[in-house]
Every structure is written in C-alpha cells, then in structure tokens.
C-alpha cells in the first residue's frame, strides 16, 4: 500500500515568488491536513480538506491557500513568499477526522526561500 | 485553545528506559498521539490513546491521564535507532478539530552506546 507522496521534496524560491506544492494520500483516504514545520514554532496546522472542501483552517495569512481535487490529492499555494516561509511543509492523510485513526504524514517539501 | 508541554531534550543509555512526559490544556479532548520523527524524515505514528490508561505495542507503551492532562510514552530496551524527536499531539472537538493535531515542541531523545 502506497503511502503519502509528496511532491517536489525540496524547493528553492526567491522572495516575492509563489510556489506549489502537491500531496497524494494513501489510497481510500479522503482527508488531507497540511502543516509547517519550523525549528522555532515547530508543527503548526494550515489548513484540512474533505472531499473537496476545506473543512478547517490554522491561524496563517491568506497568501497560504490549498485545494483537494477529486481523487482526493490536494495542492497548497504559498503567493509573495517571505523568508520566514522556509520551512518542512508536510501534508497528512487520514480516512477522516472522526475515525478512530492515527493521520499518515508523507515525507514533506523542503522550502526554501532566498 | 491548546497548549501542550513536554521536556526540549532527554538522553538515555543503550538497553534503558526512557520516559517522556507530556502535559496538556484544552478546551476539547478527542485524543493524545505520539509521533517519532528522525531528522530530515516524516513524523511516523507511534500509539494513540483516547481513554485513560496504557496502550502497549511492542517496547512503547502510552499512558493517558485524562483529569490530570497528562500522558506519558515509555520507550523500553533502548536502541540507537530510537535516537529521534517524539512529538506529543492533541485532537480537539468539533469542527475546528477536522484534520487538526496540535503539537508540543517535541522531545529530542539522543541514546548513548
């Protein structure tokens, strides 16, 4: 059974730029959380998509924005990059929030903004 | 809202074993998870608890206090693997919990030979 595949694992951009990023949950799983992961603040929730619609959202501004397509891969935008947005993105899949599951992260994106 | 607290750092002997505390405040409980995550790796689950009690599964085990906020995951027969960051996470209630785990800083356990 494949697991969470995030995609690219390392990302460099330049400030001002905006950057996708791409997760495909485990197969079956119909919830995906994103989160940031930095030494400072640690792992911090962005947003939560079921079934194509976002069903909860963490305390970012709005240049963070996602979206979960059809088939349940989502995608997470991140418009005018800062620098303080270099960090582990990570993404996690889970059959839905009220199962009785742990959630599966995938390997995550490495950004880094310059 | 949430806030957990466990130690920055612990260190322990090959063959040992280790506890790791954890102390919460929430406004809503709906489960405690433990995740190990290696450097440069993806946090991978370890136990979940939702009631009071211990969970073992092979040499983890988790413990749940839910009066006093409080668990614990006990790592028996040390190995050098387990070098890691152990992250403890809470579930909240209600809609602002979908998909969201709120997590502590994370223990950084180092394992000596």
């Known amino acids: 059974k494949a697991g969470v595949t995030q995609t690219p694992r390392y990302l460099i951009k330049t400030r001002g730029q905006q950057v996708t990023l791409s997760c495909s949950p485990i197969s079956g799983h119909r919830s995906v959380s994103w989160y940031q992961q930095t030494p400072g603040q640690g792992l911090q929730f962005l947003f939560e998509y079921f079934s194509e619609t976002q069903r909860n959202k963490g305390n970012f501004p709005g240049r963070f924005s996602g979206r979960q397509f059809s088939n349940s891969r989502s995608e997470m935008n991140v418009s005018t990059l800062e620098l303080g947005d270099s960090a582990l993105y990570l993404c996690?899949?889970?059959?839905?929030?009220?199962?009785?599951?742990?959630?599966?992260f995938g390997s995550g994106t490495r950004l880094t903004v310059v | 809202g949430q806030n957990i607290d466990q130690p920055t750092e612990m260190t322990a002997t090959e063959g040992a074993i280790v506890q790791i505390n954890c102390t919460y405040q929430t406004s809503g409980f709906n489960g405690l998870f433990w995740y190990q995550q290696h450097a440069g790796e993806a946090p991978t689950f370890l136990s979940y608890?939702?009631?009071?009690g211990l969970e073992e599964k092979g040499r983890f085990s988790s413990f749940l206090s839910r009066s006093k906020g409080y668990s614990y995951l006990l790592l028996k027969e040390l190995q050098m693997k387990d070098s890691a960051s152990y992250l403890c996470a809470v579930r909240g209630t209600g809609g602002t919990s979908y998909g969201k785990l709120t997590f502590g800083q994370g223990t950084i356990l180092t394992v000596h030979p």
């Open positions: 996690a899949s889970s059959l839905g929030a009220a199962e009785n599951y742990g959630y599966t």
């Open positions: 608890n939702v009631l009071d």
